[in-house]
């Protein structure tokens, strides 16, 4: 007779056996129908799974992050289903539920066109409206491996085989003539995963990952709870390719990338433009907030890496040199190490603590070449880092002012919706308990000071400590893991970082990680994308163009342009032999906020007519009442 313990602490007894849709039914008919998998001691299970002992029990819908999750997994087995029925002999493989969707590899030697995704999708829908019934079945290993190779399947039965044989073999039928190797949990039947679904696009992808297999087709899909979650999605999506950093990039000569160099970014003038005064911005907060900037070299002997323990940690991610004496250097992947070299050069007292130490550090690590992503995956990149070294007792506040810090920056650049991620002690970690509960205390009075929104990841601390992960959320919706902060228990110690205290004993400072920005290649990508371009005036790389009508009006535009140059504007005029609606879009595509236009009548009363970027109003006012409105826009946004 199992007791059924419900979230809310209610319990429910049965007299035999019962499914996890009877449970449902029991607690309301309504819950029964929108039951779509349960989970039994934290085990997730089809609603048909017997539980015949006291258990801990939950019902999942599509309200719940599971339940999204398995309608998005039998929404895959149906694509599947769809195309073994619509192009017989082609073959499955595997089909993973993803973030926002799904995807199903198939080996076929046609390639799917964008008409048969469309022929695909009708086909799941009719499926779906004939509410095809789900079993499970488990099967016994060889009777799996020679069912699959009968049927022609010679990638599921390569699958199983590759399965440990303690491991038990589901198998799930869809309906009487579709099944699939799988270990669930799935659906009750086809029609409640309902019709919030679209297939998106077709690409390739090797066998396995492996690039020494075969090339098979992967078919990208995504699905929903509703259709209004379906249409946000999509419009999401539609914004997110106008908003592509890399097409933005050139169309505003930002930056390029070359096969010569993978993962690096050529920075034009426009881009670079850009990423200094991102840079002159964080000094000064930096700056005013008590930060001394250092900087470390990007090569150091292998050595110091395998003190500090990021040899064994992340070795495979370095690029390594060897010299003619035979001595290993790397590139760095990390700033840390240095910095600890430079706190260490002089006798450091407690009344020195906290000092922070902050740097613009390049460093390099090595990531498939497959990852790579324009800005926002790189193998090379600028940490904004800083280090702050403490006290035990003065993590709390330190870690009250990095949070307040990056808060502001955050707000400064335009991100006010952000998250807050704890991660605390993993299971694997080093230093005593006593100053991981201070550590994860200190932490956690911070993220509640700031009343954000904050989730706990319990156990995925970093091995030396606890961290903060800082989440925006852009113009359109989407979550960006940026800014971090890491209480390090271990390498100021590895490293042999001291101080003298109070008592005139020597101890070791606690180290705090810092990241703002994170990357700033990365974050650069992030501001292109959340602005569309239209970046903030004070951030543009390319201000203002001084837009002369006719040859005859080129001095007074050279005129115009020398005074802006001269207080600090980045600007240029463009005396082309164009046609000034040619320019005018041109510059607009380039996503220059002001341009200034001149004619006889802007010569003779000294003034500029000005169209502002995503406008068609021009306003014609005198220069120099001009010039000053401009130098006022081009202030740094620092309090």
């Known amino acids: 007779m199992p007791n059924i313990t419900l979230p809310d602490g209610k319990k429910l007894s049965f007299e035999k056996h019962v499914t996890g849709l009877e449970v449902a039914e029991k607690i309301s008919k309504s819950l029964s129908k929108q039951a779509l998998i349960i989970s039994v001691n934290g085990e997730l299970k089809d609603l048909s799974f017997p539980i015949e002992k006291d258990s801990s029990v939950k019902i999942i819908t599509n309200k719940d992050k599971e339940g999204l999750d398995v309608i998005r997994h039998d929404a895959a087995h149906i694509m599947a289903m769809a195309v073994q029925e619509l192009f017989p002999g082609t073959q499955v493989t595997i089909g993973p539920v993803i973030e926002n969707g799904f995807y199903y590899d198939f080996a076929r030697k046609e390639p799917f066109t964008s008409d048969d995704l469309k022929k695909i999708e009708k086909k799941m829908s009719e499926i779906i409206d004939r509410d095809v019934k789900t079993k499970r079945e488990v099967w016994e290993r060889n009777k799996a491996i020679a069912h699959f190779k009968k049927i022609g399947e010679k990638y599921k039965a390569e699958i199983i085989e590759s399965i440990p044989e303690t491991e038990e073999l589901s198998v799930y039928h869809h309906g009487d003539t579709w099944h699939d190797l799988c270990r ?14 679209k297939l998106t696009k077709v690409s390739g992808a090797y066998w396995r990952g492996d690039s020494n297999n075969e090339m098979l087709q992967r078919i990208y899909g995504t699905c929903w709870s509703s259709k209004k979650e379906l249409d946000d999605y999509l419009h999401r999506l539609d914004e997110a390719e106008k908003r592509d ?56 002997d292998k050595s110091l890496w395998e003190k500090s323990g990021h040899w064994e940690k992340f070795g495979e991610n370095m690029f390594t040199s060897e010299t003619p004496d035979e001595k290993i250097f790397a590139i760095k992947p990390m700033n840390c190490p240095g910095t600890v070299q ?27 070449s497959g990852a790579l992503h324009g800005l926002l995956r790189v193998r090379a990149f600028t940490q904004d880092d800083a280090h702050i070294f403490c006290t035990e007792d003065q993590i709390t506040d330190e870690c009250l002012s990095i949070t307040s810090l990056i808060l502001e920056i955050y707000k400064d650049l335009g991100f006010k919706n952000v998250l807050l991620q704890f991660s605390d002690r993993p299971q694997k970690r080093v230093g005593d308990d006593k100053i991981w509960d201070k550590a994860e205390a200190a932490l956690l009075k911070a993220i509640k000071k700031s009343k954000l929104k904050y989730e706990i990841n319990k156990g995925e601390g970093a091995f030396y400590g606890p961290k903060i992960d800082f989440v925006l959320r852009d113009s359109i919706g989407r979550d960006w893991q940026c800014g971090t902060l890491q209480v390090d228990l271990n390498l100021p110690g590895r490293l042999g970082a001291t101080f003298v205290d109070k008592d005139g ?13 994170g990357s700033l290649e990365r974050f650069i990508g992030i501001l292109i994308e959340n602005y569309a371009g239209k970046l903030p005036f004070w951030l543009s790389p390319s201000q203002v163009v001084v837009l002369p ?36 879009r041109e510059h607009s595509l380039s996503k220059v906020p002001l341009l200034l236009i001149c004619g006889s009548k802007e010569v003779k009363a000294k003034s500029v007519t000005i169209r502002k970027l995503g406008s068609d109003k021009q306003e014609t006012i005198k220069f120099s009442k001009a010039l000053v409105n401009i130098k006022s826009l081009n202030n740094l946004p620092i309090k």
């Not at 007292?349 to 902050?358: A, E, G």
Request: glycine share 6%; proline share 4%.
């Open 549 to 584: 009508i006719a040859e005859e009006h080129n001095e007074y535009g050279k005129k115009i342009f020398k005074e802006l140059f001269k207080e600090g504007i980045k600007c240029e005029v463009d005396l082309r032999n164009q046609k000034i609606n040619y320019k005018i």
């Open 245 to 300: 950093h890399r097409k933005l990039g050139k169309e505003m000569d930002l930056f390029h990338f070359r096969e010569e160099s993978p993962g690096a970014v050529f920075w034009h003038e426009k881009g670079w433009n850009l990423f200094q005064r991102l840079i002159e911005y964080m000094r000064l907060k930096q700056r005013n907030a008590g930060y001394k900037e250092i900087n470390t070299p990007e090569i150091l």
């Open 505 to 517: 004993t020597k101890k070791v400072p606690v180290m705090l990680h810092r990241a703002l920005f």
């Open 184 to 197: 669930g949990p799935h659906l009750a039947s086809s029609s409640k995963i309902g019709k919030a679904f």
């Open 342 to 368: 430079v706190f260490n050069q002089g006798l450091k007292s407690y009344r020195d603590l906290p000092l922070k130490l902050s740097e613009f550090g390049k460093v390099h690590r090595y990531e498939p």
